[in-house]
């Protein structure tokens, strides 16, 4: 049985409930953004490792709608009780510090009642709300995995309550024309990807490199095969006809990695040279000709690590007339 006096719970009952109200609605705060900020892919990461707390906030993190309406109602419920009981107990005990001032009772009692809602909103917004937001986002991955399983059993106390206020909630959403959403979006788009790229960049978890790299691996996949082909007249080749000390000289001045081989003229193509299969083939055998050069591929080498770009990129985007009378770019050996 609960102590009273007066009007009011026993001072020291009510003061521990008062912080035992506090520390849960840290708890969900806490919780609320934590499972909002920890990336899936990490907890899978995790959970190959053998982590146990991992795949429990698998689970959160999985069906992230109803555990943040778990938490939204949990900080919800704490508040209102937070106001319920703390700001009379706390009132209480301003009413000495104001009767020895020697307030009238009317004044007393205001002013501890101003005090009171004062303490305890300063306290609720600082302790249960401001800090573990600022520590949940810092470190969630830390949180989630030491709320994971007491929010689960939360959410299983009231899931009831949740799933009423869900359903409630979707049919005010459906009243205005739009469609509830049952799942939580966390694919980003390819300009978020760049934004989180260059965050990661800056916070130091990749190199300059690094981020360099996977720009242009943006930028490519915008590229079209008109962009990275030139027209056949404007090839540099080597003619299988040609002197071979001659042909070895076109490769040696030209500084290209790739060089098409042709017979006669530029519109039949027989193969081609990849300057990197040169260093390997004079290692292993001697080279005497032309034929000991080229493959016989006349679309890619041996050494190419995207043999279908032109294929791909150019079906659909540019079906100009002369658009399959090109082949593909020779690359400087810098960039290949």
């Known amino acids: 049985m609960i102590a009273v006096r007066g009007n009011h719970l026993d001072d020291t009952l009510a003061i521990l409930i008062v912080i035992l109200l506090i520390f849960l609605t840290a708890f969900f705060v806490a919780a609320e953004f934590a499972i909002v900020k920890i990336r899936s892919t990490r907890l899978d990461e995790l959970i190959k490792q053998g982590n146990r707390r991992a795949r429990t906030a698998k689970k959160i993190v999985d069906d992230l709608n109803a555990y943040l309406s778990t938490t939204q109602l949990g900080i919800t419920v704490t508040a209102l009780i937070l106001g ?56 969630a991955e830390q ?20 799933w009423l206020l869900n359903a409630l909630s979707s049919g005010v959403i459906r009243l205005f024309g739009i ?12 300009g978020e990807l760049r934004l989180t790229l260059s965050d990661s960049y800056k916070s130091g978890q990749i190199s300059q490199g690094e981020l360099r790299y996977m720009d242009r691996i943006f930028d490519f996949d915008e590229r079209t095969a008109r962009e990275v082909m030139v027209p056949r007249t404007e090839i540099v080749c080597v003619y299988k006809e040609d002197p071979f000390e001659e042909n070895l000289e076109i490769l040696h001045n030209e500084k290209f990695t790739r060089f098409p081989v042709v017979e006669e003229d530029k519109d039949h193509v027989i193969g081609m040279i990849n300057i990197k299969d040169i260093f390997t083939d004079i290692l292993t055998k001697e080279i005497h000709s032309l034929d000991d050069l080229y493959s016989s591929d006349p679309v890619r080498s041996r050494n190419d ?3 279908d770009f032109a294929g791909e990129n150019a079906e659909g985007k540019h079906s100009h007339g002369h658009s399959d009378r090109r082949i593909r770019r020779n690359f400087r050996t810098g960039n290949g």
């Open 84 to 139: 319920w009981i703390g700001e009379p107990a706390v009132s209480h005990l301003f009413h000495p510090i104001y009767a020895w001032f020697g307030l009238n009772g009317t004044l007393t009692v205001t002013f501890s009642m101003l005090s009171g809602f004062f303490v305890v909103t300063l306290l609720s917004v600082v302790l249960g709300e401001l800090a573990p937001k600022g520590i949940a986002i810092q470190k």
């Open 143 to 162: 949180i989630v995995l030491s709320i994971a399983f007491p929010l689960i059993w939360f959410h299983r106390i009231l899931f009831p309550f949740v």
């Open 179 to 190: 469609r509830p959403d049952t799942g939580h979006d966390r694919a980003l788009t390819e």
């Open 305 to 307: 690590a995207n043999p």
